[in-house]
Every structure is written in C-alpha cells, then in structure tokens.
C-alpha cells in the first residue's frame, strides 16, 4: 500500500485477518504522529503507564480535533455519554454507583451465581447445533451474551432478539470507515440508538413503579444510595453494558474457537482438562485481544513520551495489540501459549478505565470454550482465515464455519 499512512493500513479491512505485522512495524516507532494528527503508543510499557496517567483524558470535550479517522464517538444527540466516555469525578461516581449494583462490597456474588444460569444458556445453545456445519458466530457467540447481558439487566426473554439487533447495528457505526456507506451505516447506528433509548426508558419507567432484583432496579433506586443516578443517566449506562458488555465477550469467544481450531493439541487438552480454559483465556486475552485499539485518549496538558512531544488537546491512540505481543514484555509475544507465566496482558484494558465486566467476560469465556471443546466432536474450519467483522477496533470473525462430526450430549 504506497503512499498509505500506517493508521490506514492497519484499520483497512485487507488487514483485519493479521494486523500483527503491522503493529511490530509500528512498535519500531513507538509513538507514531500518523499523517492525520494522531498519535499511535504501542509498546506495552507506555501504553500502561498512559493508562494509568491522570493527565490522559477519556473526555471528547478535551480534545481539539476529534474528528479524526478513528473517531468512534457515540454522539448522536440520544444519550448523554458514559463513564466510558467522561473522566474523574463525573466517572467514578457513576461507575461506583454502577458497581454496586455489579460487584463487590454491595453484590459480591452477582457474577459467581450467575454460573448456573450462564451454563443453562450454553448448553441450550450447543444443544440447538444441528448439521454437519455450524456458523458458530451466528448460532453461539453471539446469542449467548446477548442473553445474559438482557437477563442482567432485566430484560424480558422475548425482548432479546430486538437487543441483539440493535447491539449489532450500533456496534457496526464503531467501524473507522468514511464515505456513503459509512453515512447510511451512521443513520442505522442512530436510529438503532434512538429505537434502544426509547425501549428503555419504558423499561426503566416500569422498573420505577415496581422495582426488582436485576441491574436496572438497583440503578434506578441507586441501591439504597442517597447518590442516584439521573434517568438519562440510567439509560446510558443500560446502554454502555448491552454495548460494550454483549460486543467484547462475542470477540473474545470467537477468538478463541478460532485459536484453538489452529491449536487442536490445545484444543485437546482443554477437552479432557476444562480447568484449562482458566489460563488459556487469559492466554488469549493477550493473544488475540478483543479490543484491539483504545483511540480516543487525550492529553488535559502537554505531555513528553519517549521524546516526543504530544500537545494537549491531540489525539492519542493505544494499540492495545501492539502490546500485548512487545517482545520487550512477553517472551515469543507471537507463540500462542496457555502455560505463558506473568501474563499481566492489556485485553481488559488498565487503570479507571479498565473493563467494567471484566469478570463476568472472562466467567462466560471459560464456560463457552471449555463447553464447546467437550461437546462438539471432531470440529474443524472451513474457512480459514474466515471473514471478518469491518471494525478494526473490536476485531473478530464475523462468520466462523465449522464441520463437526457431531454433538456429544
């Protein structure tokens, strides 16, 4: 690709099924101005300690030029942002009012007593694989957290079809693409925002006048807290988790059945061993992340790294990639291995920051891949490597076509 920036190469979708050349290119330079003004970090140790600067802001509103070719802003005049999107102190209240009703100390076995349920929903779901081949996207990765994001949340089962719907479409307007596609893309994405942010708020008015035990009760009472959040705040935070809760762990599970395809003595052995599936999602947290890029930091004041200066108000990206295969921190960074020691990876991200559902993403990953590993027999791909999702930011098969001999009960 003459005369294209590195940036374009790396989000050009010819480049989706192996970046990973491109992101050691770009480690040669560790932090890269790419020609639109961007500057790209990716080297493991600057990206951690940038994750983790309190001068590096999440906020769009400080930033001078956000229009630029990774800009994934969900500004579309529905919802206010999220704690995803704001900084300290405006995010960490609404995370903390949203980890009471998520985590530790005020629900501390929400995520552990879901393991029933999350197993129920797996097996129904591989159940269901008929035939000799299965688009495992379409039949498993994606319904599965789709179902226990909405069951989280408290969303009634014969409403989980239109979430899906909306959860796809909206994740599509992430894609850094431009042109008339992009724009009709950009319409769907809004419409489906404003068709969710509708559903919701109902949702969230029936929640109000008969209050129960899911996510979204305890949001809208604020669990007892005098510290409430806003309806509108309410609804951007439902948002956030039915987003970014049901887009990652679809990655990460699709990932990771594509990985162990091409690693069958892997796949093997977590088929006789499911402890396994423990270290080998960490493994593939770092291997094949399922968010690939964080590209909308922001300097609140000029900032030096590795020399160079970056003003404030530019716009930084973190290849999360990059990182977590920097030969400077991992041993054969390129060397898919579950008995990898000290894999302290950037899958889930660092700092405040850090994801949210982190838990529940790695719990719904261990179930799906040792489930799938035991039951199918003899599983292969048909396609490999298997078409892709455009988006380069949340990378992942789109379709992943296997034959299988059949379905163990």
Same mark, same amino acid.
């Given at each position: 690709?003459?005369?294209? &920036?590195?940036?374009?190469?790396?989000?050009?979708?010819? &480049?989706?099924?192996?970046?990973?050349?491109?992101?050691?290119?770009?480690?040669?330079?560790?932090?890269?101005?790419? $020609?639109?003004?961007?500057?790209?970090?990716? !080297?493991?140790?600057?990206?951690?300690?940038?994750?983790?600067?309190?001068?590096?802001?999440?906020?769009?509103?400080?930033?001078?030029?956000?229009?630029?070719?990774?800009?994934?802003? #969900?500004?579309?005049?529905?919802?206010?942002?999220?704690?995803?999107?704001?900084?300290?102190? $405006?995010?960490?209240?609404?995370?903390?009012?949203?980890?009471?009703?998520?985590?530790?100390?005020?629900?501390?076995?929400?995520?552990?007593?879901?393991?029933?349920?999350?197993?129920?929903?797996?097996?129904?779901?591989?159940?269901?694989?008929?035939?000799?081949?299965?688009?495992?996207?379409?039949?498993?990765?994606?319904?599965?957290?789709?179902?226990?994001?909405?069951?989280?949340?408290?969303?009634?089962?014969?409403? $989980?079809?239109?979430?899906?719907?909306?959860?796809?479409?909206?994740?599509?307007?992430?894609?850094?693409?431009?042109?008339?596609?992009?724009?009709?893309?950009?319409?769907?994405?809004?419409?489906?925002?404003?068709?969710?942010?509708?559903?919701?708020?109902?949702?969230?008015?029936?929640?109000?006048?008969?209050?129960?035990?899911?996510?979204?009760?305890?949001?809208? !009472?604020?669990?007892? &807290?005098?510290?409430?959040?806003?309806?509108? #705040?309410?609804?951007?935070?439902?948002?956030?988790?039915?987003?970014?809760?049901?887009?990652?762990?679809?990655?990460?599970?699709?990932?990771?059945?594509?990985?162990?395809?091409?690693?069958?003595?892997?796949?093997?052995?977590?088929?006789?061993?499911?402890?396994?599936?423990?270290?080998?999602?960490?493994?593939?947290?770092?291997?094949?992340?399922?968010?690939?890029?964080?590209?909308?930091?922001?300097?609140?004041?000029?900032? $030096?790294?590795?020399?160079?200066?970056?003003?404030?108000?530019?716009?930084?990206?973190?290849?999360?990639?990059?990182?977590?295969?920097?030969?400077?921190?991992?041993?054969?960074?390129?060397?898919?291995?579950? #008995?990898?020691?000290?894999?302290?990876?950037?899958?889930?991200?660092?700092?405040?920051? &850090?994801?949210?559902?982190?838990?529940?993403?790695?719990? #719904?990953?261990?179930?799906?891949?040792?489930?799938?590993?035991?039951?199918?027999?003899?599983?292969?791909?048909?396609?490999?490597?298997?078409?892709?999702?455009?988006?380069?930011?949340?990378?992942?098969?789109?379709?992943?076509?296997?034959?299988?001999?059949?379905?163990?009960?």
């Amino acid at each position: 690709m003459t005369n294209v &920036s590195l940036l374009q190469q790396i989000t050009d979708y010819s &480049s989706r099924a192996d970046p990973y050349p491109l992101y050691a290119e770009l480690r040669r330079n560790p932090v890269h101005r790419d $020609e639109t003004g961007t500057f790209l970090v990716s !080297t493991y140790h600057d990206i951690m300690s940038l994750l983790h600067d309190p001068r590096i802001s999440s906020d769009v509103r400080n930033r001078m030029a956000p229009d630029t070719a990774l800009t994934q802003e #969900e500004d579309s005049g529905v919802l206010p942002p999220t704690f995803l999107r704001l900084d300290p102190p $405006e995010h960490d209240r609404l995370r903390g009012i949203t980890n009471r009703t998520f985590g530790p100390p005020h629900t501390p076995r929400r995520v552990d007593g879901m393991q029933g349920e999350l197993r129920t929903i797996v097996t129904d779901l591989i159940n269901g694989l008929d035939g000799d081949t299965i688009d495992l996207v379409d039949r498993f990765s994606y319904p599965f957290p789709v179902s226990v994001i909405c069951r989280l949340l408290g969303i009634p089962r014969e409403d $989980e079809a239109k979430f899906h719907g909306w959860a796809d479409t909206v994740a599509g307007s992430l894609d850094p693409q431009h042109g008339q596609d992009a724009a009709e893309r950009d319409r769907a994405a809004q419409d489906a925002r404003m068709q969710l942010g509708m559903y919701l708020n109902g949702l969230i008015e029936d929640r109000r006048k008969s209050p129960g035990d899911d996510m979204l009760s305890q949001l809208i !009472t604020g669990h007892g &807290s005098e510290d409430a959040m806003t309806s509108m #705040e309410v609804l951007s935070t439902a948002a956030l988790l039915l987003i970014a809760g049901h887009e990652t762990t679809v990655n990460l599970i699709s990932n990771g059945m594509l990985t162990l395809l091409r690693h069958p003595d892997v796949l093997e052995r977590l088929r006789n061993d499911p402890r396994l599936a423990v270290p080998i999602v960490e493994e593939l947290l770092r291997y094949e992340p399922p968010v690939q890029l964080l590209p909308n930091r922001t300097p609140i004041s000029d900032i $030096e790294v590795r020399g160079v200066a970056i003003p404030k108000g530019a716009t930084i990206c973190l290849a999360l990639a990059a990182g977590n295969r920097d030969p400077q921190r991992f041993e054969d960074p390129d060397r898919f291995d579950p #008995e990898r020691k000290d894999v302290q990876h950037l899958g889930l991200g660092s700092g405040i920051h &850090s994801c949210f559902g982190a838990p529940l993403a790695r719990l #719904e990953a261990q179930i799906a891949l040792a489930e799938l590993a035991r039951r199918l027999e003899r599983p292969r791909l048909l396609e490999d490597p298997p078409p892709y999702r455009q988006n380069a930011v949340l990378r992942g098969p789109r379709h992943l076509a296997i034959a299988v001999d059949g379905v163990r009960p």
